[in-house]
Nanobody, 124 residues
């Protein structure tokens, strides 16, 4: 079992930055790939970014490429999502998730464990 807790969300103006953290406890975290997903009000959950268990491979949705960066610190059992140049359309609840898989990471069905989410609101 892996427990995930997101933090770092909040209210920011367009063009600003936030860094989300996903802290894990339980089983050995560095055996898991980690993804970030988001769900805006009234919309389906969508993939944002993912990082393989060793951190050697990263994946991004086209909508965030060049603005968001995912990274991990296995010694701290934490994955980060640095979000720059935020836009109002980035407003959503952001979830981190852990997967034993190392492929097809943009697909939410690959993930075994999910956090409770953190709200990100970008004002125009």
């Amino acid at each position: 079992q892996v427990q995930l807790v997101e933090s770092g969300g909040g209210l920011v103006q367009a063009g600003g930055s936030l860094r989300l953290s996903c802290a894990a406890s339980g089983r050995t975290f560095n055996n898991y790939s980690v993804g970030w997903f988001r769900q805006a009000q009234g919309k389906e959950r969508e993939f944002v970014a993912a990082i393989s268990w060793r951190g050697g491979s990263t994946y991004y949705a086209d909508s965030v490429k060049g603005r968001f960066t995912i990274s991990r610190d296995n010694a701290k059992n934490t994955v980060y999502l640095q979000m720059n140049s935020l836009k109002p359309e980035d407003t959503a609840v952001y979830y981190c998730a852990a997967a034993t898989a190392s492929y097809n990471l943009p697909n939410d069905y690959k993930y075994n464990y999910w956090g409770q989410g953190t709200q990100v609101t970008v004002s125009s």
